[in-house]
């Protein structure tokens, strides 16, 4: 067993795709993604990737999606969580309450007053973040395993909700509130653009700078050619995507009710159109943020680290019991931040809110290439799960399948997709 | 005697019931090899735990440079530059060769941000010295060899300026070539004033390259010897038997 096998490989002899440095499992996926639209798209007649359906497509994955993104961790570390559906109820109810009952009647703000809404999410917030500080405890330093404590969770939480509203629909809730409802909130053409061209410039800095840091050192960074593909690719799609969100244009009786409700008279011809959600903008924070957690924090690199081998980062001085906490209590963040998004979007807080989420969640992260085994698992990937997920599942809708045979196909999907992804790995010889 | 680098006075540890390690007493000093020889079970690796911080012992005391010391986890251990290479090479599979050396020592940026292009310009520095053939810096150590593997881990020990190291096994997985390169590589941080505690399974081994000799069986100290004063069949006597070779006892 020598090392002579292992000498550097010529530039010259990689193929123009090794040379971009991609991501082949989430290249596939991209690639799974895009077939799948198109297909229920010519099914449909051009109806799946219009304007309309590609904005109502990406409001309904936020909630999700969000949740997924904490839900890498947690599978990451080895965990799981079960009680994400159930905690987002609780959270829901906690805020309703909130923003109905307790500030109104305690403080005196009324409903829709500027201080309603922010106050009541951060109260959301503290109380998704505690009560998942408290499930990674009773995992962490009372050795429980996950898949028990959030089952318990499960049946918990959902209840808990059940009684913080004695089981009643809660009904409307503050306008402020709601802007994170899709829909109800969106930044309109103008900003839209905007914000898309700072990301792309912001994209572009980034790429560039890495490379930099890169020659900085001395060793090879990629080509000049597939740099400037990888930047013309970002940007096309930044840009792409605020171009598809920016064509949908709001409803002509819609509009015009917007004007009267403002006194005004809606001008003869007047058009505009939705622009990029609030949610989906909160929706992209959150992604960002989760990556640069995974992949450039001390945090993110234990989490992965321990993952990896729980019994090395102890070694290496990583507190993993603590270490545990923090995962959870981030995902209870999240689920408290999706608690936002979906009870906005239904304009109510509903006992049944964020039933079987638990399983969107983790069937997202697990199709976005997040390994139970852990160790392994991208922010980006478990997005693009969410969002193969309610492709599949509006696809089908609007071609007619029945809703019975609609969850036959994606619980099959599931399967299948790791499936794949094992015996790609396989074939990769990667673990 | 000059004061000794490390001292384990007295040191017991027991896992229910069982006495793993039982009043050891074991000492190492600057520049010096000392091997730890015994059966699997013999507690070396146990013994050993209690100094890199990773078992708490149940009684007995550590000096360092004269001084006591209290190692309650292996930060504590890093922060008397105590390093262990590992037998299982304690390396994150799913990490690269610079996210493992540098495994809760991150470089940061000014930002607070790990700096993986400093941590993989450094790596490739300490690797060019240990093992010039290692290119592998953006792969999983997964991908690595038995060998690769083994210098990432011995990599860690050594660039963190160590002045104890611990290496439990460092040659267990490793073919002959290698097995050469680790026995230069001790010889070569002996002369740097190292010292060094190597757990071993092979006799010839240790009797090329320790100076002193502590042998364990059944979680007690059989005897410390003068490698120089014994031969392989005494330390063969002491590790199966329990059997103290004559007079020869170091002081």
């Given at each position: 067993?020598?090392?002579?096998?292992?000498?550097?490989?010529?530039?010259?002899?990689?193929?123009?795709?090794?040379?971009?440095?991609?991501?082949?499992?989430?290249?596939?996926?991209?690639?799974?993604?895009?077939?799948?639209?198109?297909?229920?798209?010519?099914?449909?007649?051009?109806?799946?990737?219009?304007?309309?359906?590609?904005?109502?497509?990406?409001?309904?994955?936020?909630?999700?999606?969000?949740?997924?993104?904490?839900?890498?961790?947690?599978?990451?570390?080895?965990?799981?969580?079960?009680s994400v559906g159930a905690l987002l109820a609780t959270c829901s109810a906690v805020m309703a309450m909130t923003q109905t009952a307790i500030l109104p009647e305690m403080l005196g703000l009324g409903l829709n007053h500027p201080l309603t809404a922010p106050v009541t999410i951060l109260v959301g917030l503290l109380t998704g973040t505690l009560i998942g500080a408290f499930h990674g405890w009773m995992v962490g330093y009372l050795m429980i395993p996950a898949f028990i404590v959030t089952l318990g969770g499960l049946l918990v939480w959902r209840n808990v909700g059940w009684f913080l509203t004695d089981g009643q629909t809660i009904g409307p809730l503050d306008q402020n509130f709601m802007i994170f409802g899709g829909i109800n909130g969106t930044l309109g053409p103008t900003l839209s653009w905007i914000l898309g061209g700072l990301a792309a410039v912001a994209a572009v800095i980034l790429q560039w700078n890495g490379?930099?840091?890169?020659?900085?050192?001395?060793?090879?960074?990629?080509?000049?050619?597939?740099?400037?593909?990888?930047?013309?690719?970002?940007?096309?799609?930044?840009?792409?995507?605020?171009?598809?969100?920016?064509?949908?244009?709001?409803?002509?009786?819609?509009?015009?009710?917007?004007?009267?409700?403002?006194?005004?008279?809606m001008p003869e011809g007047f058009t505009d159109t939705y622009g990029l959600p609030i949610s989906v903008l909160l929706l992209i924070a959150v992604a960002i943020a989760m990556t640069i957690i995974a992949k450039r924090t001390r945090l993110g690199r234990y989490i992965f680290a321990t993952g990896g081998n729980p019994d090395a980062a102890e070694l290496s001085g990583i507190n993993t019991r603590l270490l545990t906490v923090k995962v959870f209590a981030l995902m209870g963040a999240l689920t408290a931040l999706s608690a936002v998004v979906a009870s906005s979007r239904l304009a109510n807080h509903t006992n049944d809110i964020g039933t079987l989420d638990e399983l969107r969640v983790i069937a997202a992260a697990v199709i976005g290439g997040t390994a139970l085994a852990g160790g392994v698992g991208t922010i980006f990937g478990a997005i693009l799960g969410a969002l193969i997920m309610q492709s599949l599942q509006s696809g089908m809708a609007m071609v007619g399948v029945d809703a019975p045979y609609q969850n036959i196909v994606v619980g099959a999907v599931l399967v299948i997709a790791v499936w794949i992804d094992i015996v790609y790995r396989k074939r990769a010889g990667i673990n | 005697m000059a004061t000794p680098l490390v001292e384990m006075r007295d040191m017991s540890i027991s896992f229910g019931g069982i006495k793993a390690v039982d009043h050891v007493t074991v000492d190492l000093h600057p520049g010096e090899v000392v091997g730890l020889l015994g059966h699997n079970g013999a507690g070396k690796s146990t013994l050993i735990k209690m100094l890199s911080g990773a078992y708490q012992p149940d009684g007995g005391e550590i000096f360092i440079n004269g001084e006591k010391a209290t190692i309650t986890n292996p930060r504590d251990a890093r922060t008397y530059n105590i390093e262990t290479i590992y037998q299982t090479l304690a390396l994150a599979d799913n990490l690269d060769a610079a996210s493992n050396l540098f495994l809760g020592r991150e470089l940061v940026s000014p930002l607070g941000l790990v700096d993986d292009a400093a941590m993989e310009a450094e790596t490739r520095q300490i690797m060019g010295r240990l093992n010039p053939n290692f290119q592998k810096f953006s792969a999983p150590v997964s991908a690595l060899s038995g060998g690769q593997r083994q210098s990432v881990a011995i990599a860690r020990a050594v660039y963190f300026n160590a002045r104890i190291l611990i290496m439990d096994e460092p040659t267990a997985a490793l073919g002959p070539h290698e097995t050469q390169m680790v026995s230069e590589l001790i010889h070569q941080l002996k002369a740097e004033g190292i010292g060094i505690f190597l757990i071993d399974h092979d006799v010839h081994q240790v009797m090329e390259l320790c100076d002193r000799a502590s042998v364990m069986k059944n979680g007690r100290l059989v005897g410390t010897v003068n490698v120089k004063d014994v031969t392989d069949d005494d330390l063969l006597g002491m590790i199966i038997l329990g059997k103290h070779p004559h007079e020869s006892e170091a002081a």
């Open positions: 067993m020598t090392d002579t096998d292992i000498r550097p490989v010529p530039v010259s002899r990689k193929n123009p795709i090794q040379q971009l440095e991609l991501d082949m499992r989430l290249l596939g996926m991209v690639g799974a993604f895009l077939v799948l639209c198109v297909g229920f798209d010519l099914i449909t007649d051009g109806r799946f990737l219009t304007p309309r359906n590609i904005f109502n497509l990406t409001i309904q994955t936020v909630s999700v999606a969000i949740m997924a993104c904490g839900m890498v961790f947690v599978i990451v570390t080895r965990h799981i969580d079960l490379r930099r840091a890169k020659e900085k050192h001395g060793f090879s960074a990629k080509p000049m050619w597939a740099e400037l593909t990888l930047s013309g690719i970002m940007v096309t799609t930044i840009m792409g995507f605020i171009w598809i969100l920016n064509s949908y244009e709001i409803p002509t009786a819609r509009l015009r009710r917007m004007f009267e409700a403002r006194g005004e008279v | -």
